[in-house]
């Protein structure tokens, strides 16, 4: 089930299908690199001599090999890994977020203290009302100009709740994978609010967090439940 949240409560409950069809969400600006001035940034494939020249680093050796899988041996059987198919398998929990009456250099500052690039914006009620992006919050169509530090001032002083997505669609934690999937390709979007009907905050599940269940330990299985309607 998927929702849409507003600072006027739900706006929508439906399907990922019909969520497509109640109008676009406003797709996120990425954010460009920006390039220092008399610096050249080597690209990482570059080898150099220097580089080139040291040893390549040596394979592990048998008896490490030998002692890995006894200690894997000696701490039992395994539990059987099971395949993460939901919303709630793979999802943040506790996520942080930020009030809409946050100043905008505040909530730059807490998220670059989490090392986050999103935030859901939750009201007093505990209820999502919009979502933050960190690319929103400075686009570079607004770096000031030299000698426009007034303006640049006035622009960190603004609230969130006017630089936030909204309304921003919120998933429930009992949903496919592979429909969030589908949602965050649609939308453009690096991650979705995990709520209840209510619009309580529950956790969120972005992109990373789906990559990393790919990537990582029990299998993930997005093709569970119905067959898509290609077929595929």
Do not use: C, K
């Not at 986050?116 to 919009?130: D, I, L, T």
């Not at 609010?193 to 209510?198: G, I, K, L, Q, R």
Request: glycine content about 8%.
């Amino acid at each position: 089930m998927f929702f849409v949240f507003g600072p006027a409560g739900q706006v929508f409950r439906g399907s990922a299908d019909q969520l497509g069809q109640i109008g676009p969400v406003r797709r996120t600006r990425r954010v460009q690199a920006l390039r220092t001035h008399g610096s050249i940034v080597q690209p990482p494939d570059t080898v150099t001599p220097e580089a080139s020249a040291r040893p390549a680093p040596a394979p592990p050796s048998l008896h490490q090999d030998a002692l890995a899988a006894y200690t894997q041996t000696a701490q039992g059987p395994q539990a059987p890994r099971q395949p993460l198919t939901l919303v709630q398998d793979v999802m943040s929990a506790q996520p942080l977020s930020v009030p809409p009456e946050m100043m905008v250099n505040l909530a730059w500052q807490r998220l670059a203290e989490h090392q986050v690039g999103q935030a859901p914006v939750v009201n007093a009620r505990g209820q999502v009302v919009g979502l933050l992006l960190r690319a929103d919050m400075a686009p570079l169509d607004l770096l000031p100009e030299p000698g426009a530090v007034q303006q640049a001032i006035a622009l960190a002083r603004r609230p969130v709740h006017e630089v936030m997505i909204s309304p921003v669609p919120t998933v429930d934690a009992q949903a496919q994978l592979r429909r969030v999937a589908q949602v965050l390709l649609d939308t453009d979007l690096p991650g979705l609010p995990v709520t209840d009907a209510s619009g309580q905050l529950q956790g969120f599940v972005s992109r990373s967090d789906i990559l990393r269940a790919v990537a990582g330990n029990p299998p993930l299985d997005l093709w569970s439940g119905e067959p898509p309607a290609t077929g595929f």
